[in-house]
């Protein structure tokens, strides 16, 4: 069975603290279960210092303002990191943000479901097709937060499985 190795060297977004209003913190957690009395039990390991194929992870950021006013359109963006598949549904969803997701390696981002166009061939001719993007294939998620207030967090989640 093939073991990976730290792949959490995850940028988020590259924020230097001494001349950013923002703090940013990534954590990556190995998720495992247990069932105890009926009831199933998650646990999390952060930064694990190795994976394998099929582990369930949770990629965290947090977020914090650390100005003494509030920030608008705060824009958070997740890799997907290469040797894993992002989890559909799994991104933190927030009231006050919009969720957008790329395919495209971060070029451009839109709000689900993500489409595209392929040239498809029938009976001899040549037409574009325009088909969705499955989730596996997402390769970044970004959420624009709508207001952070002043010395306020928010912590960001997603789930994706090692290849």
Known sequence: MKTLTALWAVPVLLVAATTSPLVVKSSTYLVTTQTKDGKVIENRKLNPTSVKPKDLLVLSTAVQNVTQKALSNVSIVQPIPEQTQFIANSATDLQAAELQYSADGGKSFAKE??????????NGKKFAKEVTIPPQQYTHVKWVLKSLPSEASQTLEVRVNVR
């Open 113 to 122: 479901p993500l489409k595209k166009t392929i040239t498809v061939e029938e």
